[in-house]
């Protein structure tokens, strides 16, 4: 078996999804190293240190550590800075790998994740898997450019780097597309979901627990708030529901995000005081994984009105508890959700167009189908999946000569 050095900087794989930079790429890194080490590998996952009382080194389960580098003050930063501490982390993680036997693969989380593994690979002469996550080039393409920098950072990643994993075809074709990647150093390999956790309950009790309304439609927006993730058209949308229907509650789960995360929280809450349905819509804070699990029983929908999506983990988790997804048509969203199968898909952003989305979805007739559906498609994505493609592609990359940069 494999000793794996997995890479996370700019965000751990123990902090709290939903708030900060902290997504669906948490949940990947954690869940991926658990299933990794449950195969027999050694994992050890290396990220910043962003608070002063975190320990050195955290054993998660065994086979599965988290070390924490001290690059910076121990404490949140922007983008810009972690930038300018990326190789203070470089540098560090180098001299504990040099400490033990070397890894037999890296594999980087994330572009800023990225450029340290392509300097390490180098260094140490150890093969570099990369996924990505998000990309500047595709993001820019369907929501907005923010940095020519990072573009050219994943360009130079992506030409040296021994494997790439996408999470979907789309993902795939969209890397060789923007970033003129080998295709056959594109691996498909999805990302899977705690059955354990996230299977179908009854969503009576789950609203009792919960304390939501019983009789009336509720829906679900759960994820980072920010321009993004679009939970201003999940709020847009559900008002039009309630004009309709008269009746209706709204969840939003989750956290400010990004510099712009606590403004787009006041502009939420002052639609939702301006438009009179207060009592109507629940805030609710980020809730720790399994627990989330919890709000996708009691949701008759789930909302994901994201501008961009890589693969849609909150989709994916929510229709493994069997409840539908109503989805933008992007990224990796277009293959968790089939159009009047499991859900809706919708190219778009017009608010009645996703309450008539929403409406008819709530059918009688239409919605236990989709539940029955939603279950049925995602009982195929586990992590014990993604960990033995992954553990097979490292195997591969052992007995094969080390990709040299273009």
Not at 58 to 82: N, Q, Y
Not at 238 to 255: M, N
Request: glycine share 8%.
């Amino acid at each position: 078996m494999a000793r794996i050095a997995v890479l996370s900087y700019h965000t751990s794989p123990l902090a709290q999804p939903g708030t900060g930079d902290g997504g669906g790429m948490n949940v990947y890194v954690r869940e991926m190293g658990a299933a990794l080490a449950r195969h027999g590998h050694d994992v050890t996952i290396y990220t910043r240190r962003d608070e002063p009382s975190l320990r050195d080194e955290v054993h998660v389960e065994p086979g599965l550590r988290v070390r924490h580098i001290t690059a910076g003050p121990a404490s949140s930063l922007s983008m810009d800075a972690l930038r300018q501490h990326l190789e203070q982390f470089t540098d560090s993680v180098s001299i504990d790998m040099r400490r033990g036997p070397l890894p037999d693969v890296i594999h980087a989380n994330y572009w800023l994740s990225g450029i340290a593994g392509h300097r390490l690979k180098h260094e140490l002469d150890i093969p570099l898997i990369c996924t990505f996550h998000t990309l500047e080039r595709i993001k820019a393409a369907t929501f907005q450019a923010e940095s020519e920098e990072r573009a050219e950072e994943e360009q130079r990643i992506i030409g040296c780097s021994d494997a790439i994993l996408a999470s979907c075809d789309v993902e795939a074709h969209q890397i060789v597309e923007y970033y003129n990647a080998n295709p056959a150093r594109v691996h498909i390999v999805p990302l899977g979901v705690e059955h354990a956790f996230f299977s179908p309950g009854p969503g009576r009790e789950a609203r009792l627990a919960l304390h939501m309304p019983l009789h009336e439609p509720l829906l679900l927006f759960a994820g980072r708030i920010q321009a993004l993730k679009g939970a201003d058209l999940a709020l847009e949308a559900f008002l039009a529901v309630r004009e309709r229907l008269g009746v209706g509650h709204l969840a939003i789960v989750g956290g400010p995000s990004g510099p712009h995360g606590l403004e787009a929280v006041r502009h939420l809450r002052e639609r939702i005081a301006n438009a009179g349905v207060i009592e109507n819509v629940s805030f609710v804070a980020p809730q720790s994984h399994q627990l989330l699990s919890t709000w996708y029983r009691a949701a008759d929908l789930t909302l994901v009105p994201s501008l961009a999506e890589s693969f849609g983990l909150v989709a994916l988790e929510s229709t493994a508890c069997g409840t539908p997804v109503i989805a933008s048509a992007v990224g990796g969203l277009t293959t968790l959700v089939h159009d009047h199968v499991n859900g809706r898909l919708l190219s778009s952003r017009d608010p009645l167009d996703w309450s008539e989305a929403i409406v008819s979805s709530l059918d009688a007739t239409v919605l236990p189908a989709m539940r029955d559906a939603a279950r049925l498609n995602a009982a195929t994505y586990t992590w014990c999946r993604t960990a033995r493609a992954i553990g097979d592609l490292v195997e591969r990359l052992q007995s094969g000569a080390l990709l040299l940069c273009r």
